[in-house]
C-alpha cells in the first residue's frame, strides 16, 4: 500500500531543467544537459489552453497568485498593485494583452515576478498564469522570430508551439 502511494506522488519540479553541476556521466540528465548549454533557460507556462514562454533570466520568482487592489480608472491590462513582502509591485493582466478569456484562478494557478527594469524605476511587475508547465533549455536555432506585439519568437516543444514573451517590449511600453 505504501508503495502504490509513493508511485502516485507526481514531482514538484522537472530535475532535468535544472543546470546541475558535476554529476557523473552514468546519470542519464548530465549527458542532456551537456548538449544544451548554447541555449536560453525559459518558464512556461499556460494562458487559457495556449503556452507562452518567458527567460528564465527575466524572472525573480514565482509565487502563488497575488491579493491585488485594483486601481481606479486604470487601463484593462493593469489589475492593480500587490504588496509583495513590503515592496508594492504592479499586477498585469496577460489574458487582455493577448486577448484571452479570463480564468479563475484555480489550484495550480501562480504568479510570475520578474526582475526590475532600470527604466523602471527598480518597480518590479508580476502577472498571474493559469500554471505553469516547465522549464527548457532553447538553442538559438530552435527559436523561430515572429514580428509581433510583446512577442518576439516561437518554438515548438513537443510538437506544441509556444509563444515566446519579450519582457523587454512589455515593459517598455508600460512605461
Do not use: C, Y
Request: hydrophobic content about 55%; glycine content about 4%; charged content about 20%.
Amino acid at each position: 500500500m505504501i508503495n502504490d502511494i509513493a508511485l502516485s506522488i507526481e514531482p514538484l519540479f522537472d530535475l532535468s531543467a535544472l543546470n546541475l553541476q558535476n554529476l557523473p556521466e552514468t546519470f542519464p540528465a548530465a549527458g542532456k544537459q551537456a548538449e544544451n548549454q548554447d541555449g536560453e533557460k525559459f518558464v512556461v507556462f499556460f494562458l487559457d489552453d495556449e503556452l507562452f514562454a518567458v527567460s528564465a533570466a527575466a524572472v525573480a520568482e514565482i509565487v502563488r497568485p497575488l491579493e491585488f487592489t485594483p486601481l481606479p480608472n486604470s487601463p484593462a491590462w493593469l489589475l492593480g498593485i500587490a504588496n509583495l513582502r513590503g515592496q508594492i509591485i504592479s499586477v498585469l493582466n496577460l489574458s487582455k494583452i493577448f486577448n484571452k478569456p479570463a480564468v479563475a484562478a484555480g489550484a495550480k494557478a501562480k504568479s510570475i515576478v520578474l526582475k526590475p527594469h532600470a527604466a523602471a524605476a527598480a518597480a518590479s511587475i508580476a502577472f498571474p498564469v493559469d500554471r505553469l508547465s516547465e522549464v527548457v533549455m532553447l538553442a538559438p536555432a530552435d527559436v523561430q522570430a515572429v514580428d509581433g506585439a510583446f512577442l518576439f519568437g516561437t518554438a515548438t516543444i513537443e510538437t506544441v508551439p509556444v509563444k515566446l514573451l519579450d519582457t523587454e517590449k512589455l515593459l517598455a511600453s508600460l512605461l
